[in-house]
C-alpha cells in the first residue's frame, strides 16, 4: 500500500505539467502527506480536465459516515471493480493523483536497534523514465461526492482513493504492492470518460522507473513534516534514539 506521500509541486505548476486547467487553491507543501489530508487530483470536469483538490480517503456515497475515509486510502486494482465501495465509480469517477513520491516500509533489523523496526524508503521518479511527469508520479485514482445524511445542509465532501497494483521486481525487495503509475498516455487514457475498458489498459511498470532510498524513521511519525524526511540515508550509520518511533 501507499501509506504517505509527497506533495511539494504547487497546484499551478501541476495545471502546466499536465498542460490542464485549475480549479482549486493551492496548499502547503507537505513532506509527509497522511490519510484525511487534503490532495490534489486531476479530473475529467464539463471543461476538459482539471486540477482540483480532494480529501485523501474515499468517503463512499453510501457512508452513514466519513469513519471510515483513513481506511480507504487506496483500493487494489484487481478488485476495484468488484467491490461495493469503488465498482460505481470505475466508469465516469476516474482521477489522477500527483505525488512527487511516496513512503513504503519494510521490518527489518538494523546494526542499531536492540529489534526489527519499520524501516522507510522513500521512491520517487527516475527523471529518464516515461512515468516522469517532470519529476511528478501520476497515479490512478477514483474519486465520489458524499455528504453527512443526518446534517440536511452539511457540506459536500470529495474525496479519492488511489489505486494499487502488484510490485514490480524492483519495487518488490521493499513492499510487494505498488501504485498504479501512469505515463503520458495512460493519463489521457484513464482520465477519457468514453474508455469504457481503463483497467484492462494499466501496463506494468518498468523495472527503472522508480529510484529507492532509505530515509529517516522520522517519517513514520505524520507529525514531522519537512524535507529532510525525503534526504537519503546510510542505513550502516547510527540515527539516535530519538528516531526510531515507530507509527
Known amino acids: 500500500m501507499c501509506g504517505r506521500f509527497v506533495r511539494k509541486t504547487t497546484a499551478l505548476e501541476i495545471s502546466d505539467i499536465f498542460s490542464v486547467s485549475l480549479d482549486t487553491d493551492e496548499l502547503p507543501i507537505s513532506f509527509n502527506v497522511a490519510p484525511t489530508s487534503r490532495v490534489f487530483g486531476i479530473v475529467n470536469s464539463t471543461g476538459g480536465p482539471s486540477v482540483v483538490s480532494f480529501s485523501w480517503g474515499l468517503v463512499p456515497r453510501w457512508a452513514p459516515d466519513a469513519s471510515r475515509a483513513a481506511s480507504l486510502i487506496n483500493a487494489r486494482i484487481e478488485t476495484v471493480a468488484e467491490k461495493p465501495s469503488f465498482r460505481d465509480l470505475v466508469a465516469q469517477h476516474r482521477c489522477v493523483i500527483p505525488m512527487d513520491g511516496y513512503f513504503e516500509w519494510k521490518e ?85 470518460d468514453k474508455n469504457i475498458n481503463p483497467l484492462a489498459q494499466i501496463q506494468v511498470v518498468d523495472n527503472d522507473a522508480l529510484l529507492v532510498c532509505a530515509v529517516s524513521t522520522k517519517v513514520n511519525s505524520s507529525r514531522n513534516n519537512g524535507s529532510e524526511l525525503i534526504e537519503p540515508i546510510d542505513l550502516t550509520q547510527t540515527e539516535s534514539l530519538g528516531e526510531l518511533k515507530l507509527f
Open 108 to 192: 527489518q533489523l538494523r546494526h542499531d536497534a536492540m529489534k526489527p523496526i519499520k524501516q522507510p524508503f522513500y521512491f520517487s521518479a527516475r527523471s529518464q523514465s516515461r512515468y516522469s511527469h517532470q519529476g511528478v508520479l501520476a497515479v490512478a485514482g477514483l474519486w465520489t461526492a458524499w455528504k453527512d445524511p443526518n446534517q440536511s445542509n452539511g457540506q459536500v465532501v470529495h474525496s479519492a482513493v488511489a489505486l494499487t497494483t502488484d510490485a514490480n521486481d524492483m519495487v518488490s525487495q521493499v513492499h510487494h504492492r505498488m501504485p498504479v503509475l501512469l505515463d503520458r498516455s495512460g493519463v489521457a487514457n484513464w482520465l477519457d
